[in-house]
């Protein structure tokens, strides 16, 4: 046995002889062991339910009975977000985005159901995760029992008999840092079940390896730290003051600010104020319920040259239908300007507030996080896109029964008595314009390479502290 493994032997030994960090580990391991199962166990809950409302909202849709196709339009479509694998262990922002939106035409409704508990101004406190309990409170059992692993050598005066018996600084530091790496492989155990279980439920094994390895990592940033101030400071409560100041700073203060200066930054504009113009810019595309309205004379006076007929009422197509599928193209163009506007601002935000990570290892680890398992802002946005393709699909196709299906005739006086909303109807096998909405993250390389920048400021942490604690250890005297 080498004497880097014997110290970190005796270290341990040290440990378990402390009472209270013995409860502190018990404590961190079984709050860690069931806030992984029971975040498991909710995960695979919403995905289950999900899942379920996705496909009675698809069963429901199509067995719609005979009608108008353009009651069809405004009855519309759910859809859902099934939380990824990875969710069990960072669900990120699934809890203030919102998991589902009503599809229907002529507008684009936002993302709903979000966690009522989930607060922003609760700074992340919100609900429990294991990514929370990682990120957040880890940190402070490393500081409680590694900050005096050096100094409780100085203490007791063992370190200069240590040193004169040919236990070099260098030594020494390795053996503490192996008793702290032991510590560190113990406490990643939970993300290790999570990246397993998340494997084999489907999430790529790249994605996977690499979130329990960031989880690592940022352990490892701590380890370093705390043993670097445990060198070169010489009293506890010296190395506990700068160690909590450290955690207060990096973990409290710096993502604030970063929130703040992002927001001052690139502010957004408020939502009264944008619906206001949106609306504006939509009252200029004409009432597509209207097909006498001014804004359709051009499409109306093109058709009627194209077929070489006088009126509507001689088109071979319903002239009513037509109008609905040009204004929801043209509507339709002008939501997804404003939407791609709003999302490019928050992307934008969130881009600045990633800056910060290179000064805060937890918003590094957290953006990562978030970024690995697929519950990050880029694939909620994603997530609203592919759902405005659904809805602008559907309603299309709906639109297009409207102008096949239908005669223009019978859609004028369908208000006419019983006979004419039964002669308004189309077949319902006209609904099937509806395709399955299954929403899955993206690609693990993908994902990977938006954490990739986190990652590598982790990594520069860890080697920076790690390079000035071996040097101080190089120099250390008792």
Sequence with gaps: M???????????RQWLRSRLAVLSLIVFTVLLFFTTVLTTLDMQEARHKRLHQQEQAEETFLNQPDRHPHRMV?????????????????PGVDAVTGQSIFLEGHRQNSAMFADARAKARTGGFGGLTPAKLYYLFLPLLIIALGHGVILREREARTLGPLLSQGVSGE???RGKLLALAILIGLLSLPALFSSIAASVLGESPLASVMLYLGNVLYLSVWTALTLCVSIITRSRGVALGVLTAFWVVTILVIPRVGVTSASATLPTEGKILTDMRMNDDLRKLGD??????PAFAKLRANLLAQYNVERVEDLPV??????????ETDL????????????????AQAVHLAAYGWLSPYLAIGGASRNLAGTDLETHHRFLREAEAIRYEFVQGLNKAHIEKLSYIDDINRNKGEEGWKRARVDAANWQVLND???????????LSRATSKLVSLLLWFIALLGIGLIAARRLTP
Excluded at 74 to 90: C, E, N, Q
Aim: aromatic share 14%.
């Design 2 to 12: 080498n004497s880097a493994t014997r110290i970190a032997k005796e270290e341990w």
């Design 437 to 447: 909405f299954r929403f899955t993250p993206d690609q693990a390389v993908d994902r």
């Design 288 to 293: 597509g319920h209207n097909a006498a309205d």
């Design 171 to 173: 030594r020494l530091y």
């Design 318 to 327: 319903n002239f009513r239908g037509i109008v609905a599928s040009k204004s």
């Design 332 to 347: 339709t163009q002008t939501l997804n300007a404003y939407a791609e506007k709003r999302m490019q601002r928050e992307r």
């Design 74 to 90: 405004h009855y519309g479509h759910y859809v859902f977000r099934t939380p990824p694998p990875l969710a069990m262990f960072d």
